[in-house]
């Protein structure tokens, strides 16, 4: 076998890896996709209300977050490096994420779109505040449904206060 053949069936073999690899992740990014079915039994019948309601919008906030964290590369180095995306750099960081409701009065949703507004008190549990300011998330997602409830009409990224470090 001459050197050429056996260095081309070496690159066939590193693609058939690489396509099987693509298949598995692309199987896995739907499974993610999916808003979670596994609400725990001890929360209360409120809590898993507006937890399977944020959940609708799961696919939509990984959507967004994909784009931030791992946004298209420019052309020049896409050309030059073999570089499609630039994913941000992480030691496995954090994303808290919160969605309120469309106020019922429109007029209500440009003041909305200029706060961000988290519960401080929930009876028997932590509020997503308390866990924030406990160092639990690196970031947080802030979103407001659109009326129809099928996307965002605003959302904005922060960086947490507690990852002052990041």
Same mark, same amino acid.
């Given at each position: ?44 019948r409120a809590v898993r209300r507006d937890w399977l309601w944020a959940?609708?919008?799961?696919? %939509? ?6 784009? /931030?964290? !791992? $946004?298209?590369?420019p052309l020049s180095i896409d050309r030059d490096e073999a570089t ?27 003041t909305m779109r200029e706060e961000i507004t988290l519960r401080a ?14 160092? %639990? ?6 979103? /407001?449904? !659109? $009326? ?19």
């Amino acid at each position: 076998m001459e050197p050429e053949e056996a260095e081309g069936g070496k690159v066939m073999e590193r693609l058939d890896s690489l396509s099987h690899l693509y298949k598995e992740e692309k199987n896995l990014a739907q499974a993610r996709l999916q808003p979670r079915q596994d609400v725990p039994d001890y929360v209360s019948r409120a809590v898993r209300r507006d937890w399977l309601w944020a959940d609708r919008f799961v696919p %939509h906030v990984q959507t967004i977050l994909s784009s /931030i964290l !791992a $946004p298209v590369a420019p052309l020049s180095i896409d050309r030059d490096e073999a570089t499609d995306f630039m994913v941000l750099e992480s030691r496995g960081a954090r994303v808290a994420c919160r969605v309120r409701r469309f106020p019922r009065a429109e007029r209500f949703f440009e003041t909305m779109r200029e706060e961000i507004t988290l519960r401080a008190i929930r009876r028997n549990c932590e509020t997503e505040l308390d866990k924030i300011l406990q160092g %639990h998330a690196d970031f947080l997602f802030y979103a /407001i449904a !659109a $009326p129809d409830e099928t996307d965002f009409a605003s959302w904005s990224w922060q960086t947490s206060p507690s990852s002052a470090s990041l």
